[in-house]
């Protein structure tokens, strides 16, 4: 008998099973709301072309090798990284009481926070919210948390959230515990606190010594400015928190194979911080040893040019402003149908996905019936609708939502 018979076969990961599935479907009308990367108008992936332009300037390069990078990344991109997360005049970075981790994108940099979290700082217990992003929960089991938590986020019957619950939570919580927060266009709800709600927040987590630990996956692509989308983290800096910030490229730059991602560490002062270095240093090199170099060298080039930078900028505002569209054009076909419910809140919502409020039998028949392919959440990815698709989707949602037993 072999020694791997034990073995059970696992559950499938919902967003990539889903994608398989729509791969092979034949039907020629078959739409992917599932995937979280972005599509163009015509459904196409696209490479944003001052990415094209760094990756030409990259090869073109005869000085670069294929020398390994230091354990914790190229200190240029680190550095171009933290800055754009905390803005070019924060005090944070000038008193050198922040830092910069390359990291494997936003998933990488929340397991090293976690590692570090768990195994040197000891914390044990984490919240996220509910929902969150699916990953949450077993990047910080898998890195030693042993008292996973929930903090209520989505209020079903409002379609926002729930933030009397979510305080209500967080004052709950112990003395200590780590508290994962999204820095903006929260998935899968597309629903953020707003500033004033943020201060609260903040107020919570000062009172009760709490961690916050950020997850920054769409700076700049939620709304077009990085700088309005940062603001959640930059005021709990400012307000002299010590916190992670879990920052990923994949979304902004689109470089969603080439894993490039950031761990920001914000401490009281500098004094602490080539302790915290080394630590984390010894973690990575027992995980990965170091990250790779070529999607670090397209951030690095363009975060680094001036003129690069700004039509960078440029490409976000692009994408951004075709989900805002996508968004409005949903939300006209379902009210012009007079489908069933209240659909305010796609237009309300903000990122790449909006949490629809559609149930699991709804879901259900808009897969089966409709190859129309979402998470059986009802979240769908904005930017897998089109000109093209947007009135069959709406239909199909009408459909569905006047078939299935129960209202959303």
Not at 11 to 35: R, S, Y
Not at 363 to 390: A, H, P, Q, W
């Amino acid at each position: 008998m072999s020694i791997f018979s034990a073995v059970e076969v696992g559950p499938p990961v919902e967003v990539f099973a889903l994608n398989q599935a729509c791969l092979k479907d034949p039907n020629p009308n078959k739409v992917n709301l599932g995937v979280g990367a972005y599509r163009t108008n015509e459904g196409k992936p696209w490479i944003l072309p001052v990415v094209k332009k760094a990756e030409a300037a990259i090869v073109a390069d005869g000085s670069l090798n294929h020398e390994y990078l230091p354990v914790l990344g190229m200190d240029s991109v680190t550095n171009a990284a933290t800055t754009l997360l905390l803005g070019d005049d924060s005090e944070a970075i000038k008193s050198k009481r922040a830092f910069g981790v390359q990291c494997l994108s936003g998933t990488g940099a929340l397991r090293v926070g976690a590692e570090f979290l768990c195994r040197i700082l000891k914390r044990t217990t984490f919240y996220y919210s509910s929902p969150t992003w699916e990953n949450h929960h077993k990047v910080f089991v898998y890195a030693g948390f042993a008292e996973p938590r929930t903090y209520r986020y989505w209020h079903q019957d409002r379609r926002g959230i729930d933030f009397e619950g979510m305080i209500e939570d967080l004052k709950g919580a112990p003395e200590g515990a780590v508290i994962i927060l999204h820095a903006c266009a929260h998935n899968p709800t597309g629903v953020d606190p707003t500033q004033d709600q943020w201060k609260q927040i903040a107020d919570v987590c000062e009172e009760k010594k709490l961690f916050p630990f950020f997850d920054s996956a769409y700076q700049g692509f939620a709304s077009g400015d990085p700088n309005k989308d940062a603001f959640a983290v930059r005021y709990f800096v400012e307000r002299g928190f010590e916190l992670l910030c879990a920052q990923s490229f994949a979304k902004n730059f689109g470089l969603y194979n080439e894993r490039i991602g950031n761990l920001t560490i914000v401490q009281k002062d500098e004094s602490t911080k080539a302790a915290v270095a080394s630590q984390i240093t010894l973690l990575i090199r027992g995980m990965y040893s170091n990250p790779p170099a070529f999607g670090s060298r397209i951030v690095n080039l363009v975060l680094n040019d001036a003129t690069l930078r700004a039509e960078w900028m440029e490409c976000i505002q692009t994408m951004s402003s075709r989900i805002i569209t996508m968004r409005k054009a949903l939300y006209d076909e379902l009210v012009a149908l007079k489908t069933p419910g209240t659909w305010e809140h796609i237009t309300q919502q903000i990122g790449m996905f909006s949490y629809t409020g559609l149930n699991e039998k709804q879901v259900d028949i808009l897969i089966k019936e409709f190859s129309i392919y979402l998470l059986k959440t009802g979240r769908i990815s904005m930017c897998g609708l089109t000109e093209n698709n947007v009135k069959y989707v709406a239909k199909a949602i009408h459909e569905a939502v006047t078939r299935a037993s129960s209202k959303i």
